[in-house]
């Protein structure tokens, strides 16, 4: 599978990162609207991810977007109950989804324990359900998102793929994910393949504690110590930081996009 060279554009700050992120991302699903008549969206959870829809559920364009017209996706949720409020699926209903008119049948949630099934079970479901919207024309078990968001955490993880554990290492497009060392301990998440198979990939990341992830994420450390450098996407990868959080990147390869 192809990858893409990482693009960095660097914003202010965090504040101005996620409204910056918002409107790129109204901007690339009404123009994935336009060209294809539908478009699919992977949602992180995280202070950045959480931060960014927000900021679009506040951007008076966002009625530019045909939210029926949408699928929403999640790279990874943690194995809580429905509207638990440490669940991703409850920050971004929260932050966007309750106030946008998306289809209930396109907003595809990795099921908690609610659900009666394990947190394998739930894994198996959701890859079931990744599986059935995968086109002939996506050659492979997932959709080939459009827009796959990726919070960045400070040990350089992405989605629950954290570094040294067995995820990274499954070829499976969704695993079940114990012993994580970001509570909860449990998780569900997508895997390199799902994440590489989206034509865009975008790591959102603020804050001077991400400065040395994102280093390594961007220079050519291997994906099973640093996870974020196998976020790359099929067409576009793109690295959303904020100053503090680009503040150790090779020089020449981002400049602060505003003064
Ligand atoms: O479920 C999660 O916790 C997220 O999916 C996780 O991957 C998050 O995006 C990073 O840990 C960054 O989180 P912060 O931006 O809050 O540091």
């Given at each position: 599978?192809?990858?893409?060279?990482?693009?960095?554009?660097?914003?202010?700050?965090?504040?101005?990162?996620?409204?910056?992120?918002?409107?790129?991302?109204?901007?690339?699903?009404?123009?994935?609207?336009?060209?294809?008549?539908s478009?699919?969206?992977?949602?992180?959870?995280?202070?950045?991810?959480?931060?960014?829809?927000?900021?679009?559920?506040?951007?008076?364009?966002?009625?530019?977007?045909?939210?029926r017209?949408?699928?929403?996706?999640?790279?990874?949720?943690?194995?809580?109950?429905?509207?638990?409020?440490?669940?991703?699926?409850?920050?971004?209903?929260?932050?966007?989804?309750?106030?946008?008119?998306?289809?209930?049948?396109?907003?595809?949630v990795?099921?908690?324990?609610d659900?009666?099934?394990?947190?394998?079970?739930?894994?198996?479901?959701?890859?079931a359900?990744?599986?059935k919207?995968?086109?002939?024309?996506?050659?492979?078990?997932?959709?080939?998102?459009?827009?796959?968001?990726?919070g960045?955490?400070?040990?350089?993880h992405?989605?629950?793929?954290?570094?040294?554990?067995?995820?990274?290492?499954?070829?499976?497009?969704?695993?079940?994910?114990?012993g994580?060392?970001?509570?909860p301990?449990?998780?569900?998440?997508l895997?390199?393949?799902?994440?590489?198979?989206?034509r865009?990939?975008?790591?959102?990341?603020?804050?001077?504690?991400?400065?040395?992830?994102?280093?390594?994420?961007?220079?050519d450390?291997?994906?099973?110590?640093?996870?974020?450098?196998?976020?790359?996407?099929?067409?576009?990868?793109?690295?959303?930081?904020?100053?503090?959080?680009?503040a150790?990147?090779?020089?020449?390869?981002?400049?602060?996009?505003?003064?």
């Amino acid at each position: 599978m192809t990858v893409s060279v990482p693009t960095v554009v660097v914003h202010r700050n965090a504040d101005v990162l996620a409204k910056a992120v918002a409107a790129r991302i109204i901007t690339r699903l009404v123009d994935v609207q336009s060209a294809r008549g539908s478009a699919s969206i992977v949602l992180t959870g995280g202070s950045v991810g959480i931060a960014t829809l927000a900021a679009i559920a506040e951007t008076p364009a966002r009625d530019a977007v045909d939210w029926r017209r949408l699928d929403v996706w999640w790279g990874d949720e943690r194995f809580l109950p429905t509207g638990d409020k440490e669940r991703n699926e409850t920050g971004a209903r929260e932050a966007l989804l309750d106030h946008v008119d998306v289809d209930p049948e396109r907003v595809h949630v990795m099921l908690g324990p609610d659900s009666g099934m394990t947190a394998e079970e739930s894994a198996d479901a959701y890859a079931a359900e990744l599986r059935k919207a995968a086109r002939p024309e996506d050659h492979g078990p997932v959709p080939s998102f459009d827009v796959m968001l990726l919070g960045l955490g400070p040990d350089s993880h992405v989605a629950s793929l954290f570094p040294g554990m067995p995820a990274l290492y499954d070829t499976r497009p969704v695993v079940a994910v114990h012993g994580s060392p970001k509570p909860p301990p449990t998780r569900i998440s997508l895997t390199f393949p799902s994440i590489q198979a989206a034509r865009e990939v975008w790591v959102v990341s603020a804050g001077e504690e991400k400065a040395g992830a994102v280093r390594l994420a961007l220079s050519d450390s291997g994906p099973f110590q640093v996870p974020a450098a196998g976020a790359r996407g099929r067409v576009r990868t793109l690295f959303l930081l904020d100053r503090a959080a680009a503040a150790k990147i090779p020089m020449g390869l981002g400049r602060p996009s505003s003064p």
